[in-house]
């Protein structure tokens, strides 16, 4: 059939490169697909080939004309492993160390070892320039061509695979950063300008940015440039949501560091909106560590003071929560009789005690202690875990805690209270996406994913109000599902630093109007129509006085001014209308829409059918051990009901249902739960 | 009854604790998000506390030890003063009534069941006719008055370093006090800016009690005031462990002051550490007596830094009034280290109590010899610059302490440009600096091999050179300046501070106005003239062990 033939020639494959499984998620003969290959860490290119091999035999496309979209993690890898590109930096004269000095303030107060995270451009690379701008974008001094040429005479003898150059108040005239690029060219090495990348003042946080940007340039231009030998058509997933090209990507690849997460949270949104919810909390519980983030109306919410590594990166990305508790954590009790969990992990290796490798108790033992992996265990079974020795760990945290209790505390009962101390951290997490930004979780649904995340929601989402809870199918290939139903998303923004009044409006109104006519000329080239563009106008506004801004939906039949008292208010407490307000910069955030895949609906069963559970088990829920029944997730079809308290596994993943709470399969293979 | 409250769920106390602290945090980054001037929004020169309803501290975010370990006393200060009805809060910077020096102003606001504000419009369903909690903040104003712009000078009283705030009630009954407000803000330069920074404050005071109440709301007021004092039970316990692990015995050490800015003396600060069992007690009896100049410390800095040191001895622990219930601290009236009226204070909380750190850790260097480091740069190198800014027509006042190196540790080398023990405030971005004020930053680097030679070789300090394009006024408190910071087990000292003003710096030399080096006093005030660059090179960190073993 024609229309089936065209519909092949543009298959679109999400593939997310997780630790154990690289994930492939496409559309074939309408219906969604999943794909899970070994990962292969020394080369992530290699799963990724076999995977896209197989589907394109698979559904008769040629490689070259498959259209992927992929979420990787090699650019967080290489900067967490610290094994990033030999960088240089050029500077100012006299701010040669400003890399290094960072904020001068040290990470841990009390911490006598404390010890400050690497610098990614040593002392030997770093190149001062004589210039200057001045912070009303006056020249001051401007460098001479026997100073450029010298520049480039010492890079050359430094040998450095990537440059990056973040000269002062570059934002407000960037023609000493061009003429040193211009200069540098002939060594024909990448080369990444702040007032390219950056352009916004603070000159550590700027220069940490393009630095990382020059640390991962190499790397990972020859990972996407090899992909994209085959396949011409590779897009990758950016921080912020959506994607952009391989070849901007590879330019500008710390725009990509959260590229794995960023994937999960499309995904967690993507499988919300199709069954009509806005608002979600997304919940990612792995083995050492735990990310949520939170999306309302418009989407994804962003910052741009994000730490990775280490290291400020302040390009805009997903406001991605990290905290460093997952289920490998280690619990102990401290000297003053204190429940501890974390931030130390038993990591794979010794694991766990119920890998059979040590005797420390973790968040994975207290879990099994409880019964609440089922009889399936991890990963469907075929990781075995030992049971007798979680419970020999979990007692021996148990004789600890009564000792500073003076009563007996027994293993289920430290098992429980570990689980308790590790849902308050998460809860705390959650809470400072919600709450403490200005968002009540009362109007949220949580979303859980990760091999844990399933086994803590309905508890969280009890504790924090939220009313209902939605655990996705397949938790695990969620990150290439939200990749494959992308948008390309580009963002714009120009620091303008106007105070509000009539006069701005007008000012404000031209700045977005260019913008859009850039943007909408972009997007068009990329094949979106504009009936398939969306163009979001946000203003940055604060008190004048203030460093930080707040972000207010701009709408040109309101008072920007009274907008902003209300949400200083709403976010801090108080608002002074007296005071100045300033809009900082404006931003416009184009959306070019691609066609989502359509979830395909199941067959429904006749409502209010009760489903049949695989098994019965014996569960620790709240105090003592209870039979409930166990379901095994594909075989639970559309509309039943689940019987509560139970659990729900599958492969990579379960799901913990209390008493109390109600749960049902939807239509999509959803698990929607009221807590 | 003190049985019964003896008894405790661990699991219940670690979530308090992590909860509690929680609150501290979130009110410190509600401060700084609304303040106005560089040193808080951008140095976050500020501290956030929460204490129980007799007062005494149960968490603190982790901001600035010289602040956290001082706070009580402001706390206690208050509470004595005033009564706290709900929706007000009271201000103070009173070194002699809760206060360490006077541009640190301490904000305090009971938190009754019920609350005081509709903030975020819930409706609370708990009321007390007792305060439950105080939730307190202290910043530090970058000019509170007195004789130079920035309220650091050296002043022979404490009537010339600005304007004192006994406890007086800053907010009554949610409203802002404008009468006292204005007779402040008359008394300080940069009103707008000052102003600002106080909304910020009372603003983070009520976050900290809307996300209490969150807690009392849906955990019950009673286990939630409960869980505070198991706390406090909890961080004693913790410390005691600590204290068990020093060998008990009695350790001597001293250090000096380089002088007071006025004097150029010596000025000694004495310290006589005795362990036994699970406590301990400072004594700094043969200290010097208080001086005419500003490096006089009151009682709640030299407690401040005794709180810092062991609660560097101990591992992550809520710092709670507790930590300080197995220690003993004597520091007898009229010393440097317990300054009475009307001594200048101004520089005892930024460089003395650096000192104080300095004696503690070289007498448990004797005592503890593989955890202790060498010394760290020893002094926050405070540096004010003010004048009218002719960009504006306004007036400015530039506050910023500048890092140095840290101490060599027992196997580690010391880290370089940082800021050590009782600070941790960041520097102002360069750029953000210039926007603000009519100042140019000439460099900022390291200060290469300033860090004493060793086995571990201690940090290196700064350089960073300052121009004013306008008139100014510009102070200095700074230290080891004269006698630099120790070296452990064989380790060379670090190198000494050095300050210097350019004058006529501008690039073009004129041979017959060429510029001029002229090194100035560790602390003084000096004009500045369009031009003039302030050159200041920072101490290095002392090193550990011989460097024949390196």
Wanted: glycine share 10%; hydrophobic share 40%.
């Amino acid at each position: 059939m024609a229309s089936e033939q065209k519909r092949n020639s543009s298959l679109r494959v999400g593939v997310d490169t997780g630790g154990t499984f690289t994930d492939f998620v496409y559309k074939s003969q309408g219906r969604i697909r999943v794909l899970k290959i070994a990962s292969t860490p020394t080369d992530p290119a290699r799963a990724i080939s076999h995977g896209l091999k197989r589907i394109s035999k698979e559904t008769d496309n040629p490689l070259k004309s498959i259209r992927v979209i992929h979420g990787t993690t090699v650019g967080t890898n290489a900067l967490l492993e610290r094994k990033g590109a030999h960088t240089a930096l050029v500077t100012t004269a006299g701010f040669e160390d400003v890399l290094e000095i960072g904020r001068q303030a040290r990470p841990e107060l009390y911490n006598l070892n404390v010890v400050r995270p690497p610098v990614i451009v040593p002392e030997e690379l770093r190149f001062g320039l004589r210039e200057r701008v001045t912070s009303t974008g006056e020249v001051l001094i401007s460098p001479t061509e026997a100073d450029l040429r010298e520049l480039l005479e010492r890079l050359r003898s430094s040998r450095p695979e990537a440059v990056a150059v973040c000269l002062l108040f570059s934002f407000l005239d960037p023609r000493h950063e061009k003429l040193v690029s211009d200069k540098l060219r002939e060594l024909e090495i990448p080369l990444s300008l702040s007032s390219e990348i950056l352009p916004e003042y603070r000159e550590f946080e700027r220069t940490s940015t393009v630095a990382i940007n020059a640390y991962l340039q190499p790397l990972i231009s020859r990972y996407l440039g090899k992909l994209a030998d085959n396949l011409p058509l590779l897009r990758v997933m950016q921080s912020s949501g959506g994607s952009l090209s391989a070849s901007a990507a590879a330019k500008e690849p710390v725009r990509t560091i959260l590229s794995g997460p960023a994937g999960g949270v499309t995904g967690a949104l993507q499988i919300a909106r199709a069954i009509g919810v806005e608002n979600i909390i997304t919940f990612d519980m792995g083995g050492t560590s735990t990310d949520v983030s939170l999306c309302d109306r418009q989407g994804l919410r962003m910052t741009n003071e994000s730490i990775i590594a280490g290291l400020p990166v302040s390009v805009a990305m997903m406001d991605i929560h990290t905290v460093g508790a997952g289920g490998g954590s280690i619990a102990r009790v401290d000297e003053g009789g204190s429940l501890r969990v974390g931030p130390e992990s038993a990591g794979a290796d010794p694991g766990p005690a119920c890998y059979g490798r040590s005797d420390i108790p973790t968040v994975t033992d207290a879990n099994l202690v409880l019964g609440r992996f089922g009889k399936e265990g991890l990963l469907g079974g075929e990781f075995k875990l030992d049971e007798m020795k979680a419970q020999d760990a979990l007692a021996g945290l148990a004789k600890e805690m009564s000792q500073f209790a003076g009563r007996a505390i027994n293993a289920i009962q430290a098992a429980l209270g570990v689980i308790k101390v590790v849902n308050a951290g998460m809860e705390r997490a959650l809470r400072v996406i919600s709450v403490e930004r200005g968002h009540d979780p009362r109007d949220f649904a949580l979303v859980p994913f990760g091999g844990a995340g399933g086994l803590h929601a309905i508890d969280l989402a009890r504790a924090l109000g939220v009313p209902r809870v939605i655990a996705p199918q397949a938790p695990g290939a969620l990150s290439a599902f939200g990749a494959v139903s992308s948008d390309v998303v580009r963002d714009f923004s120009r620091t303008v630093m106007l105070a509000t009044g009539r006069e701005s409006v007008s000012a404000i109104e031209r700045s977005f109007q260019q913008m859009e006519r850039e943007s909408r000329r972009v997007l068009k080239k990329e094949g979106f129509p504009n009936k398939r563009q969306k163009h979001e106008r946000i203003l940055a506004m604060r008190y004048k006085g203030q460093s930080f801004e707040l972000f207010i939906e701009y709408n040109p039949r309101r008072s920007v001014a009274l907008a902003f008292h209300r949400a200083h208010r709403e976010r801090y407490g108080y608002s002074e209308e007296g005071n100045v307000v300033e809009v900082v910069s404006v931003r416009l955030r184009s959306t070019g829409i691609t066609e989502k895949l359509k979830l395909e609906q199941l067959e429904r069963q006749r409502s209010r059918k009760i489903a049949e559970p695989a098994y019965y088990a014996r569960v620790v829920f709240t105090e003592k051990p209870v039979r409930a029944p166990v379901y095994r997730r594909d075989l639970v079809r559309a509309g039943t009901k689940l019987r509560t308290p139970c659990l729900v596994t599958e492969y990579s993943a379960t799901t913990l249902v209390p008493q109390g709470a109600s749960a049902q399969m939807d239509s999509f293979g959803n698990l929607i739960i009221e807590p | 009854m003190k049985q019964r409250s003896k008894q405790f769920d661990p699991t219940t106390l670690e979530i308090y604790r992590a909860l509690f602290t929680s609150v501290t945090e979130e009110m410190g980054v509600a401060l700084r998000r609304t303040a106005f001037s560089p040193n808080i929004k951008e140095r976050r020169d500020y501290s956030c506390a929460l204490f129980d309803s007799a007062g005494r501290v149960i968490a603190q975010g982790d901001h600035m030890p010289v602040h956290l370990g001082s706070m009580p006393m402001a706390v206690a200060a208050a509470l004595r003063a005033v009564k706290l009805e709900p929706g007000d809060v009271v201000a103070l910077n009173d070194p002699y009534a809760g206060g360490t020096h006077l541009p640190d102003v301490t904000l305090v606001m009971a938190v009754y069941g019920g609350g005081s504000s509709e903030f975020g419009g819930r409706v609370r369903k708990i009321s007390s006719r007792q305060p439950l909690f105080f939730v307190a903040n202290r910043a530090h104003h970058a000019d509170i008055g007195g004789a130079s712009p920035g309220s650091m000078g050296v002043s022979s009283d404490i009537y010339g370093e600005g304007v004192r705030i006994p406890p007086l009630k800053i907010v009554r009954h949610g409203e802002i006090a404008e009468d006292l407000m204005s007779l402040l803000l008359a008394n300080l330069r940069g009103q707008y800016e000052r102003r600002g920074d106080f909304a910020a404050q009372i603003g983070s005071l009520r976050t900290g009690e809307m996300r209490l109440l969150e807690i009392v709301e849906k955990r019950g007021a009673r286990q939630t005031t409960e869980y505070a004092q198991h706390l406090i039970d909890y961080s004693s316990r913790i410390m005691q462990s600590a204290i068990r692990q020093i060998p008990d015995g009695t350790y001597e050490a001293e250090d000096y002051l380089d002088d007071d800015g006025i004097a150029t003396d010596d000025i000694a600060i004495r310290l006589r550490m005795v362990i036994k069992g699970k406590h301990a007690t400072v004594d700094f009896t043969d200290s010097s007596p208080q001086v005419a100049g500003p490096v006089n410390a009151v009682e709640a800095i030299t407690v401040s830094a005794v709180s810092y040191v062991f609660r560097c001895l101990v591992g992550d622990v809520p710092a709670s009034a507790g930590l300080l219930d197995p220690i003993k601290v004597i520091a007898p009236p009229g010393t440097i280290v317990n300054a009475i009226h009307p001594a200048p204070v101004a520089g005892g909380n930024v460089e003395t109590s650096q000192r104080i750190v300095d004696v503690l850790f070289k007498a448990l260097s004797q005592a503890i010899p593989n955890r202790i480091p060498a010394a760290s740069q020893g002094t926050m190198n405070n540096l004010t610059i003010g004048g009218i800014d002719v960009r504006t027509g306004e007036e400015f006042s530039y506050y910023e302490t500048i890092a140095g190196g840290m101490g060599a540790r027992p196997s580690l080398d010391g880290l370089s440009a940082i800021h050590t023990h009782m600070t941790n405030s960041l520097n102002t971005p360069i750029e953000a600096l210039e926007y603000a004020y009519p100042l140019r930053v000439r460099s900022y680097k390291i200060r290469k091999g300033s860090g004493g030679e060793g086995k571990h070789r201690g940090g290196d300090g700064v350089v960073r050179e300052i121009e004013s394009l306008v008139t100014a006024r510009m102070s200095l408190l700074s230290e080891r300046r004269k006698n630099a910071p120790y070296g452990l087990h064989g380790g060379e000292n670090g190198a000494k501070g050095v300050d210097v003003i350019i004058r006529n710096s501008n690039p073009q030399p004129d041979p017959a106005e060429s510029a001029r080096h002229e090194r100035i006093a560790s602390k003084g005030s000096w004009l500045l003239s369009p031009g003039d660059v302030v050159h200041i090179e920072t101490p290095g960190g002392g090193g550990h062990g011989s460097q024949r073993h390196r």
